[in-house]
């Protein structure tokens, strides 16, 4: 008689100890499956940034590519956003953000070369400044968790067609 009830009060520690176990479990589960929503929607915007900043750069090769002389009377220093009208991109100063939450600029700035090589120089050693060339920085911005995410994508445009 003594020995059955002592098999009956371990029965109900068994089954305290398996709810813990598959509580665990589950709390496991629940905190990985909102660490992968959280993770992935990072992803997401990260990759939307790069892609949004690329194709800054590229609506000014279209704007290049069009005319020269506009692309070449944008200020120097300036940042512009873009916009796609009527079929072609235009810069323009008036502010604009995309789906709500990022923001684009494209700034253009001079190129000096060195004279005896006609290298780019990044630094200030260049000795000229090449009207026929220019950098563009298409920079894209955003707000996560209080904190300002910016990445941003350079390239030099040449007057090709001229």
Same mark, same amino acid.
């Given at each position: 008689?003594?020995? *059955?009830?002592?098999?009956? !009060?371990? !029965?109900?520690?068994?089954? %305290? /100890? ?17 660490? #992968? ?11 939307? %940034?790069?892609?949004?900043? &690329?194709?800054? %750069?590229?609506?000014?090769?279209? /704007?290049? &590519? ?10 120097? !220093?300036?940042? #512009? #956003? ?31 070369? &060195? ?9 200030? !050693?260049?000795? #000229? ?21 910016? *990445? ?11």
């Amino acid at each position: 008689m003594r020995n *059955r009830t002592a098999q009956q !009060g371990f !029965g109900l520690i068994e089954i %305290v /100890i398996g709810s813990a176990i598959i509580s665990s479990a589950l709390l496991g589960i629940v905190f990985a499956g909102g660490t #992968y929503e959280r993770v992935s929607r990072e992803v997401r915007e990260t990759i939307k %940034v790069s892609f949004l900043a &690329d194709e800054g %750069v590229e609506a000014m090769r279209s /704007i290049r &590519d069009d005319d020269w002389s506009v692309f070449a009377s944008l200020a120097v !220093g300036t940042p #512009y #956003y873009l916009v796609f009208s009527g079929g072609q991109w235009t810069a323009t100063a008036t502010p604009d953000t995309i789906d709500s939450m990022f923001t684009r600029t494209v700034t253009l700035y001079n190129v000096s070369r &060195d004279s005896a090589t006609n290298k780019i120089s990044t630094s200030s !050693g260049g000795t #000229y400044i090449d009207a026929e060339t220019r950098e563009v920085r298409a920079s894209v911005s955003f707000e996560r968790a209080a904190t300002t995410t910016t *990445r941003e994508v350079r390239a030099y445009f040449s007057n090709i067609f001229e």
